[in-house]
């Protein structure tokens, strides 16, 4: 099954495209909305999950100017990535998520 395929209204051009993601959840739809709103090109861009019983979200881009909406949402997708990087690499840098799973776990030997 693929991850993620678009639904398009006929006679609509490449700007304005609803991407259906499977096995997704508000963790990646709102993270990803933000990124790809930071984009002056885009006009519009929102997400709603189809159904609590449903794993998958419809993501909907609207770009200016004729801008194909599948290059803000690739863009988007490695800001995200980078980002995402970048804090895990800070973290493991810095001791810290080592310092957090010693703390998490309680002694035993209380």
């Known amino acids: ?8 209204a006929e006679g609509a051009d490449e700007s304005c495209v ?4 499977h096995d997704e959840d508000h963790t990646l739809g709102n993270s990803l909305r933000y990124m790809i ?9 929102g997400y709603s999950i189809t159904h609590p019983s449903e794993s998958k979200i419809n993501f ?3 770009t200016k ?5 599948i290059e803000p949402f690739r863009r988007g997708l490695t800001e995200l990535n980078d980002l995402c990087q970048h804090v895990l690499n800070t973290f493991e ?17 209380g």
């Not at 100017?65 to 909406?69: F, K, M, V």
């Open 1 to 8: 099954m693929y991850l993620f395929c678009f639904v398009q």
């Open 18 to 21: 609803t991407y259906v993601m």
């Open 37 to 45: 709103m930071k984009n002056p090109e885009v006009e519009f861009c």
């Open 60 to 62: 909907r881009i609207q």
């Open 65 to 69: 100017g004729g801008l194909p909406a």
């Open 93 to 109: 840098k810095g001791g810290v998520l080592k310092d957090f799973q010693q703390e998490a776990v309680p002694s035993l030997a």
